[in-house]
Every structure is written in C-alpha cells, then in structure tokens.
C-alpha cells in the first residue's frame, strides 16, 4: 500500500520537526499540512490555504525537505500544493499562537532563536538582476557597503517568491562578510512576534529591547504579518524609532507597500515609508530566463535551452515556482535516467503548467495570430488552403498545443472541426520551420509572447 509509505514517512517528519522548532510552530504551519503522495522523487504535501503553503513554503521548505531526506533519500523534491480544508481557520492562527505559547511553560533560549538561520544560497552573486528587481537590488546592496546609513528603512516589497528574503539574506551575508564588527539581526516578524510575546509571559521585555536596541542592522521579513496586533505592533515601533533615531539601520520586507498595509497604524505606516521604498515588480521573460540558467549551470545534469525557454514561458508566477519547476525536471530526469527534453517536461509539470496556462484559451490565440496576419478567424476556421491561410491556422493549432493543455483532437474541434491528425501535422511543421528560418521563429515566439502577457 504505497498509502502507508508517505503517512509513515510524514509522521516521523511531524515528530522531528515538532522538536526541533517547537509545539507552537508545528500546530501552527505543520499539523494543518496533510501528505499526498510520494511519486518519482516528489513529496506532495497539501496546504489549506495559498497563504499557509507560501508561508511554510518561504518559512519551513528547507526544514522540512532535510527531515525528509533523512527518513527517505530519494525524495528530491517537496511539492507544496494547495489541497482540501484540513482543521484549520487561518483568522484563528494567531489566537492558537498565543494559546499554545501561554501553555508552553518551556523557555526557549533568546540566542538561538535571534540565530540568523540565513540560507547560504541566497547571496548578491546568485542573484540575477533584471528590470522588474535591479532597485531593489541596487539599494539592497547600498545599504550593505555603506558606512553611513544612506535611507532608513529601506522597505523592500512586492509578491510572493520575487527575491525580497533572498536580498536581505544577501544583506546579511554581505556585511557578516565585509563588516563583522556590525551586528545584524534578521528575522520574520513572526519570529519577532513570537520573541515579544515571550518576553511579556515571562516579564522581561527589559531584555527583549535591549536586545533588538543593541544591533547595527535590523531585518525584519514579511512585516504584513505584525499588522493587527496591536502590542506587537506597539514594541515594534517602539524599537523602530529608537533605531532610527540611534542611526541604525532597519530593512524590512512586506508584500504590499507601507501605505497599503491594512491594519497597521497610520502613524506607523507614513513612517515606514520614510526613507526608500523599493518595489519588486513580476518577473519578465528575460528575467525568468537569465534565473533558469544561472541555475542550470550549477547542476552537473544538461538542460537543453529550448527547455529553459519553454519554463521560462510557462511558469510566470513567481521565482520559488520556476525553481521548483527546473528542480522537478532535473529531479526526474536523474530518477528515471532520461533526457530532458520539452515533451517530458510538459508531462512531469503538467499539473504546474495547467495552473499558469489557464489564461491563454484557444480562441485568443486564434484572434491574435488571425489580427497579426490580418486575416478573419472564420479564415483560421475554414478548410481554405491558400498558403496565406493555412499557414497562419498552422501556427495557431502550433501555438494552441504550446500554450493550452488541450489535447490534438480538442483543438482540431475548435479550428473547424478538423482531424487530430491535422493538428499534429500543424505542429511538426512549425517546428520544423522554425528551426530552419530563424525570422519565422521570431515570428511565431512574437505571437507567443504577446499570448502570454
Ligand atoms: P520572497 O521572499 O519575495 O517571497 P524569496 O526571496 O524567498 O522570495 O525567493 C524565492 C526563491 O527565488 C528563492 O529560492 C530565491 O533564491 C529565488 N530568487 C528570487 N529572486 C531571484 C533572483 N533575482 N535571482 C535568482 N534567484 C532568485
Ligand atoms: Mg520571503
């Protein structure tokens, strides 16, 4: 029963991460999560809610996946998807927090829980640079070589899995390095939350700002999440002013901009914003694409660059996305001893490809390539067979297998009602063009590109 091997696997998992990191953040982040299955070196697990599988995703993946591996060495990579309600209300997480802490008689030592636990990973060298992050990136670095404190805070923001962790770990990273004499502290405001209400069980929030007052560099991620509370909040900015007034220098990261936190202060908002605000905007493209293979360079496995490009076009959510994408194909392909090429990669990711596709529906494509052509739909649909026409309905039959996950008899049925066969003939041919004219498969990745926006 292949049932057993994961619900075995999970429970030891459970146990150990529950000591490791305490009842408090198990209940919370780990319990709800419910095992799904094991499959081709992929561990699924199912999170009750897109903010519960990005938090334990950003917060808890690599724990996780070390106890993972430990118990079962094959598993390459853990999969966190969103799945069925499991014992979980997320306007409660934070009543149970403070429950479970009120019960947990057991005191933690402060040192460890300050520990940076930052990921080795994520440095300024392996962070690539585009468009949509390069501010981010240039003040992220400012502030790490810079004597004085050049803006204070520096508030990183923007969506989940954009690289805001990733530059404050660089940040950290960079000045442990260059400056050990500075002290740098990083940590969620869950974490920081979690210190203060500690301090005030045990009446010693003396000691907790002492603490935070005491370093050179304060980083708090995923500040959205000190927001509602209202003597966290209180403590937070307590300490924040007495930092900036000390000129120390404070980096924080949100996934909205200070003025679009809800619920947070309106004094404590238009502070924030003092000093810069550097937004991370959605990848691009070419930003997907020079993470790819940056990426696919390190790993000792060939991924052809058609495929980069194919991930580079069908994962457009976010860069934790896109890397676990490359990491399933590469992780696969080694499994299974295979090649990697688009075929297989379409149906390793199929799942994953489906969730970013659902945008693109054979009917834009068919009104794109027919205005791009400038021919009418109904030509696209009709059984004309003038080069003129058939070559535009080729590529859109092309397009429609790249870029839905229709099969070849739906998308024959939705040009006219013709045979798979056709379809199937379509896209071999664009293929074959494309590989010999090279302004041909300029064309037809213009059309591409412009589908996918
Ligand atoms: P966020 O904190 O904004 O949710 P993370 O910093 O955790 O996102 O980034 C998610 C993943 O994507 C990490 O593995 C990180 O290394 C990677 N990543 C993000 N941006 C970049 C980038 N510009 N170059 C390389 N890797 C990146
Ligand atoms: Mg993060």
């Known amino acids: 029963m292949g049932d057993e091997i994961q619900d075995i696997l999970w429970t030891h998992v459970c146990d150990q991460f529950r000591e490791e990191e305490g009842e408090a953040v198990f209940k919370n982040w780990i319990a709800p999560l419910i095992v799904d299955s094991i499959d081709g070196g992929v561990l699924r697990v199912l999170a009750p809610t897109a903010f519960m599988r990005d938090w ?16 079962n060495a094959s598993v390459i990579t853990l999969d966190i998807v969103i799945g069925p309600p499991h014992r979980f209300d997320a306007k409660l997480q934070t009543e149970k927090m403070m429950r479970a802490l009120s019960k947990n008689t057991k005191t933690e030592d402060t040192e460890d829980a300050l520990s940076l636990g930052l990921d080795p990973r994520f440095t300024f060298e392996n962070f690539v640079v585009g468009k949509t992050n390069e501010l981010a990136y240039a003040a992220a670095l400012r502030v790490s070589e810079s004597k004085e404190v050049p803006f204070n805070p520096l508030f990183l923001y923007g969506g989940v899995g954009l690289g805001k962790t990733h530059l404050m770990h660089a940040i950290a990273w960079h000045i442990k ?16 939350m979690y210190q203060f209400i500690r301090a005030l069980r045990h009446k010693d929030t003396m000691s907790f700002k002492e603490r935070f007052r005491s370093v050179d560099v304060l980083m708090i991620d995923d500040v959205q999440f000190i927001s509602g509370k209202d003597s966290t909040q209180e403590e937070f900015f307590h300490t924040f002013n007495a930092l900036i007034d ?8 949100a996934d909205k901009s200070p003025s679009d936190l809800s619920g947070i202060e309106e004094r404590m908002r238009s502070r924030l914003g003092w000093g810069l605000v550097a937004d991370i905007h959605p990848t691009t493209y070419e930003l997907r694409l020079g993470i790819l293979q940056a990426k696919a360079e390190k790993i000792s496995t060939i991924v052809p660059k058609d495929v980069l490009d194919f ?45 970013n596709d659902r945008r693109v529906s054979i009917e834009d494509i068919q009104k794109k390539v027919s205005e791009h052509f400038d021919i009418k739909v109904a030509d696209l649909l009709s059984s004309k067979r003038s080069i003129d026409i058939a070559r535009p309905r080729q590529i859109a039959m092309y397009l429609s297998k790249m870029l839905t996950t229709s099969s070849l008899p739906e998308i024959g049925r939705k040009f006219g009602g013709k045979d798979h066969t056709t379809v199937m003939h379509a896209v071999k041919k664009i293929e074959a063009m494309s590989k010999e004219d090279i ?13 996918q926006v």
């Open 177 to 192: 390095e260059h400056h050990p004499e500075r002290e740098v502290i990083y940590l969620s405001a869950e974490k920081f």
């Open 56 to 71: 334990v995703d950003s917060h808890y993946r690599d724990a996780l996946m070390r106890l993972v591996r430990k118990e």
């Open 311 to 355: 991930l580079a076009h069908k994962i457009g959510s976010n860069i934790r996305e896109l890397e676990g994408a490359l990491n399933r194909v590469v992780a696969h392909a080694t499994l299974v001893g295979r090649n990697i090429n688009i075929e297989m990669t379409t149906e390793v990711l199929r799942d994953l490809i489906r969730s």
């Open 439 to 451: 302004a041909f498969a300029e064309d037809v990745d213009i059309l591409k590109r412009v589908l």
């Open 246 to 253: 000390q000129k120390k220098q404070i980096i924080l990261s």
